[in-house]
């Protein structure tokens, strides 16, 4: 396969009173078409600033990122996102927020943006709340507004920063099998972070895990080779997948003890 | 958060009606407001009245509010005064909207662009300090002594102000929603209009009420050039033969129909912008 | 404007009236013209306008048509006398204050190049030989008088009638009263019609027609006072008791007394060295820079086909 | 997100520059915007210049720039200019500061109790409708002809905006801070000395910018107020005698006072809220 | 033990242009002081509004809440609050937004206020960022200032709605434990709202679990006794532990179906 996104030896700092201060350092990565690729790491780290700049909303300082061969120069449609502080629009109701990223597509007529918001509304569970303003539905809702309209846009790639985090466990897998399916069905690549490690390896292709900041590479994990077959909510419970679970939460202990004493050696 | 109206009404549902006005951020009923409202204008008129009826103040420069009630049935009756109620109100709106509608796209435009930005921000932040009176002869000399240099006037003084209130507003609206607008593929045009536009509308009516009270303060400045109706002019030549009960007659109806507008605004913005949460 | 129109701006001042009346009785139309009148107090808007073309007349008294900018090139001529002030502008002066030269080192209020500056100035001069110099003069509104004198640091106001009436009354306290007024010096304070001097060199006749139907108009107050007054008040949005009272205080001047002043066939009249006597005033008191020459800046042209029209 | 300046330098790096004055939100560096300002004034000095060089309008309503800048070099030379421009900073620092220092409170207090509110709005909805020259007599009756019937006049024309704008400045704080602050244990007091104030700051700064500026427009309307000091005073009586060159020369100077202290305040604003990201 | 907090009957309907929308529904129940109460619940069902109403924040439509028998009538100190959109004040820096609260406090002098908020900076380790501006931190440092924030402030009732939600598995962890150090050392009594079960079972002396909209209580379940003994991390491995895990999961699950199956009658 062909390097559907690329990044190439990316580095990240922001300036400060006190000089630049590194976020990301020499990160280089590629994912395939179609693959979901989730990102792991300490709170903090840069998981976050990597997405963005992946979306185009920020820009390396150092190297470059492209997306199909072309280097990414800023936001468009082709790349979703659904950032970690879910914002909607609180001037529209549930269902227009939806309905917004539609307008902008001229493959679809006002007819079938009507069914595919609807649809989207109703997959994330939120039918009986379609005409409410979003600051008048739940946390947990409205993080569910934004899962929705990133989905209803149609993106090639969908980047989702922690999209589960407020949500009860049922939603929550529900959401998962569904994501599943959509990309599935319509070859989506698919970045992700959480902080879930049983959500990681049931969504991933790979796994991706980065040190504390500055974020760099610990480990690239093909979870595909290491836990085969189809992925149900039932074989969450076979022993690949806890074995996976143990190695991963190991890795992430250890980057953190070692933080740790960095910290105090610091502070 | 509007809470329903489920709880039980005892005697203490009205009294706590009264207590909510002294709660932080508590908000009170409209009636209650209104009782409160007219209690201090009331409050206002009898101080005017003790210090004109007391003669504090000779009755040439204060007249007691008795004899302006009188000047204003003789404006009504003898000299049309609605006529000159209607031109003013005639004026003053078509300036603001003129105002308006060149204020929101540009003040948006130099917000978004910093070309724009760069190159009228101070521009308008000179013009805007200029005592509009003093440019009086050019506004003649440029669209002569017709309707169109009263508006223009009218339209000098409100839209430099108005343009920088706006570009602010817009400067306000949080790059999360641009961000996410972005990400769903909306282009500069649709970034404008789909995103900056509403988000920053809240607080853009309250900032064209703002400057609407401010077109009017020009009215008087306007309506002196080579005029012979509105209500800056009544004022105006009724101060000249020193008829202070006319004057205080004009002054009046401005006050009244910028206190009807201004309520009459934030009813609507009231309504139109109930998501506000409340 | 086209040969049978006029635009003429004037200030919101009751001796214009006749204008307003010529217009109201269809004298105007009579002549076969129309004439657009538009009020405005404020000099250099008439200046502005005529410059521009869009007035083809308009009114003031002699001291005001001197003030800067005027210089000889530019447009508007006399043509012609309307009325003078006799008595409607003066000085109010608080009690302590005997006489006018009393004033000197004292604070006083006048609106600079209106008629109450001229006569103080010319008070000053003839009875105690002072200039503005020896006084604390501040520029006002005439307006604002009134209210003005109600500071006592002020020591006297000038303004128009009814503001000196009012400041006169407002202020009895401090024995405020009329120290010197226009009653005192015969035309001095004289309003004259000016043209635009283009306007009159290519169609001088329909200047003739609007002095005729204003002198027609004249000698209709005089004879009809009470019609006339009323359609005159309303223009200037006054009853017509307040009328009365404000004009008590001016008399309208009438074509054989315009005649007089304004001098005819190219010989000059009265008013050529009222003239001249204000131009020294306004050159002194900075109203003025340029010396005009009276015969250069009066046209008695005019005024001498419409005498010669009736009497024929 | 101030990108730190690791990137390489190449011949692009200023060309990026320009580039970004024309991107949506874009950032421009600090000298490329001054360049472009200065350019814009040299546009508009230009276009000044042909059409009084070239006599579109008479030079007794449009002098020429050289004209206006021998009136300049006159009244700071021959009339002490220096003085009146001092005297009228002055004048409009001291009216602006008790605006300021009135409206900030009463706002805050406005936006926070229904009961300032309910008794406060319509008065001063009805009172900043009027026209402030109208209102003249009745401040040199009150306060005479001094320095504070002058300074009055400016507040008059000041406050009664300020403290709407600032009004709405405090309800727009965000409900989660106040909630956020209640459960920390602030009163009243506290809650808008520590959480409404700081977090209204920018936007009232701004608005604080607006007003300063609207309070200079009032100056010729307080100066020709038995005055004979101030650019308002120069302006005026050099317009009564169509001293044109001069009532530029004065209309000049506030514009470009206005210029230099919205700058000022545009810049210190950057510095001072760095906080809200850029 | 008198209950520290009484809910006696409280409903809650927010208004709407359709009438009144129903919450929360007649619910009751007493919390003992030092009690540690976790709510479970759907998204959308009603925990933050029930937890706000505790708060001060809102008040009930019916019913009434009391705190040592006292009516909450308004928001105090005494009522610590972990916001769901961890709210802080962007015009401070990550320390002086934990200190804020201390202000407020004058039992503690100047130079233990800066203890105190060093002191809780570190707990939820962000030393090193101390004089960052808060929206130059991530998603997860912000959620850590909210924290540190309330338990700087020594509120009596600690009323934690999904706190943890946007930390790394490290961080929770390490937070979890210093939670239940510090409300044990000094006998706060907690509300916390998790969709995480683990966490739920691990931190909860009792369980209450929510009906979907409008909340009602489906089960009320004493922690303390079904897993007795000292929590520990390990203690999560326990028979005990995962058999009630299981059964927790049963609940959730038996009632998102039953609230599917209703929607999907609704919708
Ligand atoms: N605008 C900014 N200015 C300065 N530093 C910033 C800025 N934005 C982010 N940072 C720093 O970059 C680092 C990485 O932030 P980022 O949001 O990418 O973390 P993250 O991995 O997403 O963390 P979390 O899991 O908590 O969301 C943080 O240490 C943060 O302080
Ligand atoms: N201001 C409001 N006006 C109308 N309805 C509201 C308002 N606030 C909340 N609601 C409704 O109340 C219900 C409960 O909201 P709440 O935030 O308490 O849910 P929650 O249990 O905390 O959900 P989550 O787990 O998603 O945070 C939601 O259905 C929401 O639509
Ligand atoms: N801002 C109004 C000023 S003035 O028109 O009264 O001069
Ligand atoms: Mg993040
Ligand atoms: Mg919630």
Same mark, same amino acid.
């Given at each position: 396969?062909?390097?559907?996104?690329?990044?190439?030896?990316?580095?990240?700092?922001?300036?400060?009173?006190?000089?630049?201060?590194?976020?990301?350092?020499?990160?280089?990565?590629?994912?395939?078409?179609?693959?979901?690729?989730?990102?792991?790491?300490?709170?903090?780290?840069?998981?976050?600033?990597?997405?963005?700049?992946?979306?185009?909303?920020?820009?390396?300082?150092?190297?470059? *990122?492209?997306?199909?061969?072309?280097?990414?120069?800023?936001?468009?449609?082709?790349?979703?996102?659904?950032?970690?502080?879910?914002?909607?629009?609180?001037?529209?109701?549930?269902?227009?927020?939806?309905?917004?990223?539609?307008?902008?597509?001229?493959?679809?007529?006002?007819?079938?943006?009507?069914?595919?918001?609807?649809?989207?509304?109703?997959?994330?569970?939120?039918?009986?709340?379609?005409?409410?303003?979003?600051?008048?539905?739940?946390?947990?809702?409205?993080?569910?507004?934004?899962?929705?309209?990133?989905?209803?846009?149609?993106?090639?790639?969908?980047?989702?920063?922690?999209?589960?985090?407020?949500?009860?466990?049922?939603?929550?897998?529900?959401?998962?099998?569904?994501?599943?399916?959509?990309?599935?069905?319509?070859?989506?690549?698919?970045?992700?972070?959480?902080?879930?490690?049983?959500?990681?390896?049931?969504?991933?292709?790979?796994?991706?895990?980065?040190?504390?900041?500055?974020?760099?590479? *610990?480990?690239?994990?093909?979870?595909?080779?290491?836990?085969?077959?189809?992925?149900?909510?039932?074989?969450?419970?076979?022993?690949?997948?806890?074995?996976?679970?143990?190695?991963?939460?190991?890795?992430?202990?250890?980057?953190?003890?070692?933080?740790?004493?960095?910290?105090?050696?610091?502070? | 958060?509007?809470?329903?109206?489920?709880?039980?009404?005892?005697?203490?549902?009205?009294?706590?009606?009264?207590?909510?006005?002294?709660?932080?951020?508590?908000?009170?009923?409209?009636?209650?407001?209104?009782?409160?409202?007219?209690?201090?204008?009331?409050?206002?008129?009898?101080?005017?009245?003790?210090?004109?009826?007391?003669?504090?103040?000779?009755?040439?420069?204060?007249?007691?509010?008795?004899?302006?009630?009188?000047?204003?049935?003789?404006?009504?009756?003898?000299?049309?005064?609605?006529?000159?109620?209607?031109?003013?109100?005639?004026?003053?709106?078509?300036?603001?909207?003129?105002?308006?509608?060149?204020?929101?796209?540009?003040?948006?435009?130099?917000?978004?662009?910093?070309?724009?930005?760069?190159?009228?921000?101070?521009?308008?932040?000179?013009?805007?300090?200029?005592?509009?009176?003093?440019?009086?002869?050019?506004?003649?000399?440029?669209?002569?002594?017709?309707?169109?240099?009263?508006?223009?006037?009218?339209?000098?003084?409100?839209?430099?102000?108005?343009?920088?209130?706006?570009?602010?507003?817009?400067?306000?609206?949080?790059?999360?929603?641009?961000?996410?607008?972005?990400?769903?593929?909306?282009?500069?045009?649709?970034?404008?209009?789909?995103?900056?536009?509403?988000?920053?509308?809240?607080?853009?009516?309250?900032?064209?009420?703002?400057?609407?009270?401010?077109?009017?303060?020009?009215?008087?400045?306007?309506?002196?050039?080579?005029?012979?109706?509105?209500?800056?002019?009544?004022?105006?030549?009724?101060?000249?033969?020193?008829?202070?009960?006319?004057?205080?007659?004009?002054?009046?109806?401005?006050?009244?129909?910028?206190?009807?507008?201004?309520?009459?605004?934030?009813?609507?913005?009231?309504?139109?912008?109930?998501?506000?949460?409340? | 404007?086209?040969?049978?129109?006029?635009?003429?701006?004037?200030?919101?001042?009751?001796?214009?009236?006749?204008?307003?009346?010529?217009?109201?009785?269809?004298?105007?139309?009579?002549?076969?013209?129309?004439?657009?009148?538009?009020?405005?107090?404020?000099?250099?808007?008439?200046?502005?306008?005529?410059?521009?073309?869009?007035?083809?007349?308009?009114?003031?008294?002699?001291?005001?048509?001197?003030?800067?900018?005027?210089?000889?090139?530019?447009?508007?001529?006399?043509?012609?006398?309307?009325?003078?002030?006799?008595?409607?502008?003066?000085?109010?002066?608080?009690?302590?204050?005997?006489?006018?030269?009393?004033?000197?080192?004292?604070?006083?209020?006048?609106?600079?190049?209106?008629?109450?500056?001229?006569?103080?100035?010319?008070?000053?001069?003839?009875?105690?030989?002072?200039?503005?110099?020896?006084?604390?003069?501040?520029?006002?509104?005439?307006?604002?008088?009134?209210?003005?004198?109600?500071?006592?640091?002020?020591?006297?106001?000038?303004?128009?009638?009814?503001?000196?009436?009012?400041?006169?009354?407002?202020?009895?306290?401090?024995?405020?009263?009329?120290?010197?007024?226009?009653?005192?010096?015969?035309?001095?304070?004289?309003?004259?019609?000016?043209?635009?001097?283009?306007?009159?060199?290519?169609?001088?006749?329909?200047?003739?027609?609007?002095?005729?139907?204003?002198?027609?108009?004249?000698?209709?107050?005089?004879?009809?006072?009470?019609?006339?007054?009323?359609?005159?008040?309303?223009?200037?949005?006054?009853?017509?008791?307040?009328?009365?009272?404000?004009?008590?205080?001016?008399?309208?001047?009438?074509?054989?007394?315009?005649?007089?002043?304004?001098?005819?066939?190219?010989?000059?009249?009265?008013?050529?060295?009222?003239?001249?006597?204000?131009?020294?005033?306004?050159?002194?008191?900075?109203?003025?820079?340029?010396?005009?020459?009276?015969?250069?800046?009066?046209?008695?042209?005019?005024?001498?086909?419409?005498?010669?029209?009736?009497?024929?």
């Amino acid at each position: 396969m062909t390097p559907f996104i690329a990044i190439e030896r990316v580095s990240k700092a922001f300036g400060s009173d006190a000089g630049p201060v590194p976020v990301i350092d020499d990160v280089s990565l590629t994912i395939a078409e179609g693959e979901f690729v989730v990102f792991l790491g300490p709170s903090g780290c840069g998981k976050t600033t990597l997405m963005r700049m992946v979306g185009g909303l920020d820009h390396p300082s150092e190297g470059l *990122i492209r997306l199909a061969g072309e280097p990414v120069t800023g936001p468009s449609r082709a790349k979703g996102m659904v950032f970690q502080s879910y914002s909607s629009f609180p001037w529209l109701t549930v269902l227009k927020n939806i309905r917004f990223g539609l307008k902008y597509r001229d493959d679809v007529s006002e007819a079938e943006a009507d069914r595919i918001s609807r649809h989207y509304l109703e997959l994330v569970g939120l039918t009986a709340y379609a005409e409410f303003y979003v600051n008048r539905v739940s946390g947990g809702m409205r993080q569910r507004v934004a899962i929705a309209r990133t989905l209803a846009a149609n993106p090639q790639v969908l980047l989702m920063d922690e999209p589960f985090g407020a949500l009860d466990a049922q939603t929550r897998e529900r959401l998962q099998v569904q994501l599943l399916d959509i990309r599935r069905a319509e070859r989506k690549t698919v970045i992700f972070v959480t902080h879930d490690v049983d959500e990681a390896i049931f969504l991933a292709d790979r796994i991706v895990v980065f040190s504390a900041r500055p974020a760099r590479i *610990i480990r690239d994990i093909k979870v595909a080779e290491r836990v085969p077959g189809e992925r149900t909510l039932d074989s969450r419970e076979g022993r690949p997948f806890l074995d996976l679970r143990r190695e991963i939460l190991a890795i992430i202990r250890e980057e953190a003890q070692y933080n740790e004493a960095a910290l105090i050696a610091a502070g | 958060m509007t809470e329903s109206k489920r709880r039980p009404k005892s005697g203490s549902a009205t009294e706590s009606q009264w207590r909510t006005l002294f709660r932080f951020r508590g908000k009170a009923r409209s009636d209650v407001e209104l009782t409160i409202g007219v209690a201090s204008f009331v409050a206002i008129l009898l101080a005017w009245t003790a210090v004109a009826e007391l003669r504090w103040i000779a009755p040439q420069f204060l007249p007691s509010p008795l004899i302006v009630l009188q000047a204003i049935y003789r404006l009504f009756t003898g000299q049309n005064f609605a006529a000159d109620i209607g031109i003013s109100i005639f004026r003053v709106w078509v300036a603001f909207i003129v105002s308006a509608l060149m204020a929101i796209p540009i003040g948006i435009l130099m917000s978004s662009y910093r070309i724009v930005g760069a190159v009228t921000e101070p521009v308008i932040d000179f013009i805007r300090y200029l005592p509009v009176p003093a440019l009086v002869p050019l506004t003649l000399i440029w669209l002569g002594i017709g309707e169109m240099s009263k508006i223009t006037l009218l339209w000098l003084g409100t839209f430099f102000q108005l343009v920088l209130l706006i570009a602010d507003d817009a400067r306000r609206v949080p790059k999360e929603y641009v961000e996410t607008g972005r990400t769903l593929g909306a282009n500069d045009r649709e970034l404008m209009r789909d995103i900056l536009l509403p988000a920053m509308l809240p607080s853009m009516v309250d900032n064209l009420r703002i400057t609407l009270g401010w077109c009017w303060t020009y009215l008087i400045i306007a309506e002196i050039v080579a005029a012979s109706s509105g209500i800056g002019f009544v004022i105006w030549s009724a101060k000249r033969y020193v008829k202070t009960p006319e004057v205080f007659a004009g002054i009046l109806a401005i006050g009244i129909i910028g206190l009807v507008t201004d309520q009459l605004i934030r009813w609507l913005h009231r309504k139109a912008f109930r998501y506000l949460g409340s | 404007a086209g040969p049978d129109h006029l635009d003429c701006a004037y200030p919101f001042w009751v001796g214009f009236g006749p204008v307003h009346l010529a217009n109201e009785l269809g004298y105007f139309k009579e002549e076969g013209i129309t004439v657009n009148e538009i009020i405005d107090d404020d000099i250099s808007n008439a200046y502005a306008a005529m410059e521009r073309g869009d007035i083809d007349c308009y009114l003031r008294s002699v001291g005001e048509y001197q003030g800067r900018p005027r210089t000889p090139e530019m447009q508007g001529i006399i043509i012609g006398t309307i009325d003078e002030s006799n008595g409607g502008d003066g000085v109010v002066a608080d009690g302590s204050i005997k006489s006018v030269c009393d004033l000197k080192g004292k604070t006083v209020a006048t609106e600079p190049n209106l008629p109450a500056t001229l006569i103080l100035q010319m008070a000053m001069k003839s009875k105690c030989n002072l200039t503005f110099d020896s006084l604390n003069r501040v520029d006002i509104a005439s307006q604002d008088a009134g209210a003005i004198f109600a500071d006592p640091s002020v020591s006297a106001v000038g303004a128009y009638e009814p503001v000196l009436t009012q400041a006169v009354q407002a202020h009895k306290d401090r024995g405020a009263y009329v120290i010197v007024s226009s009653r005192e010096y015969p035309h001095l304070i004289t309003d004259t019609i000016i043209a635009r001097t283009d306007n009159l060199r290519s169609q001088p006749e329909k200047y003739v027609k609007f002095l005729r139907a204003i002198y027609r108009a004249i000698d209709y107050i005089g004879k009809e006072p009470e019609k006339a007054i009323a359609i005159m008040a309303a223009q200037f949005k006054l009853s017509p008791e307040e009328f009365k009272e404000t004009i008590a205080n001016i008399n309208y001047i009438g074509l054989d007394q315009s005649v007089e002043l304004m001098g005819t066939d190219g010989k000059p009249g009265k008013l050529h060295d009222i003239f001249t006597e204000i131009m020294q005033l306004n050159i002194e008191n900075g109203a003025a820079d340029i010396k005009l020459e009276a015969d250069k800046q009066i046209d008695n042209g005019i005024i001498t086909q419409v005498w010669k029209s009736r009497a024929q």
